[in-house]
């Protein structure tokens, strides 16, 4: 029973972490909805937390954390991308130590929140019917704001005068700026987190100790 939970684990993470490396690599982590984008890095950390337990969503944020200084190291999209690491700089706007914060702090925290949240909503709503949807939704919602906000909230803190000036914006509609981007964007991607979860989550649960049993 071990060992095949063993090799369920490992073939799932990895599954989950061949997705992740799509998602952070390449165009398809980004989907265009209307005038907004949501991007889809958050999908597998949540997927894993709920699926494979806390450490393993923290082990997958670790790995969309280090996708992301990886890409912003070696292959910048955006003039912005010091926030992501220390190695890149664009006129006198420099990465630092707050850069490595910012890209793997708040993604092993999705992993975090999403399985601490699932496992308490799971054990309160044993039973009910809403155990079918609410944990895995909730879940879904508040690991992806952990990681916006977070993100969003290193920006301001740490490069906010770098990170505007760069933009050609005024410090001073900073703050707006990044509020209006948690109103849409952030909210967008927790609503894809949770319906990806509900979607996704339990039918897998089911039938992995479904299988699990058989080959008991």
Known sequence: MKTNKRILFLAQFSMLLAIQIVVCFTPLGSIPIGPLVATLAGVPVII???MLGTKAGALMGFFTGLFRFLVATFAPTSPVA???TPFYSIGDA???FWSLVISFVPRILIGVVAGVVFQALKKALKGRKSAKVIPYAVSGILGSLTNTVLVLSGIYVFFGQAYAATLGMSYELLLGA?????AT???LEAVVCAVAASAVCYPLRRYSTAALAEST
């Open 185 to 187: 964007n952030g909210i």
């Open 178 to 182: 990044l509020s209006v981007t948690v």
């Open 94 to 96: 420099k990465g630092n």
């Open 82 to 84: 010091f926030v992501f």
């Open 48 to 50: 894993t937390a709920i």
